[in-house]
């Protein structure tokens, strides 16, 4: 992206950033198979990359947030942490969302 500063010059801003955050899952039931779907969409709806990581999850504790399975594989139960990293085009538009849905409890589930 190309944007003009107060002097008029060019300057270029990178999309390659990556935001990240540490998330806690505080649904009773943990990231089961309606939220993965949900997050899945999120994802999905932006030109981004979305990941989370399970903190001390050993081998295979990172998700692409596009696929539910690999959100499943995750075995995030409640209390379970996670960092989510997001970069892209649309990566601040996607990562908000994606942290609203979280701190929503996705979406007010019990």
Same mark, same amino acid.
């Given at each position: 992206?190309?944007?003009?500063?107060?002097? !008029?010059?060019?300057?270029?801003?990178?999309?390659?950033?990556?935001?990240? %955050?540490?998330?806690?899952?505080?649904?009773?039931?943990?990231?089961?198979? %309606?939220? +993965?779907?949900?997050? +899945? /969409?999120?994802?999905?709806?932006?030109?981004?990359?979305? #990941?989370? $990581?399970?903190?001390?999850?050993? $081998?295979?504790?990172?998700?692409?947030? %596009?696929?539910?399975?690999?959100?499943?594989?995750?075995? +995030?139960? /409640?209390?379970? %942490?996670?960092?989510?990293?997001?970069? !892209?085009?649309? +990566?601040?538009?996607?990562?908000?969302?994606?942290? $609203?849905?979280?701190? #929503?409890?996705?979406? !007010?589930? $019990?």
């Amino acid at each position: 992206m190309i944007l003009n500063n107060d002097t !008029g010059a060019e300057e270029v801003m990178s999309t390659d950033a990556i935001l990240e %955050r540490v998330i806690t899952v505080g649904n009773t039931m943990g990231l089961h198979a %309606r939220p +993965a779907a949900q997050l +899945a /969409k999120i994802a999905l709806d932006f030109d981004a990359s979305m #990941s989370v $990581e399970k903190i001390d999850g050993g $081998e295979d504790s990172v998700a692409d947030c %596009r696929s539910v399975l690999s959100l499943l594989m995750l075995a +995030a139960g /409640k209390g379970s %942490r996670l960092i989510l990293r997001v970069s !892209g085009r649309q +990566a601040e538009a996607a990562f908000n969302a994606a942290l $609203e849905f979280f701190e #929503s409890n996705f979406g !007010g589930e $019990e």
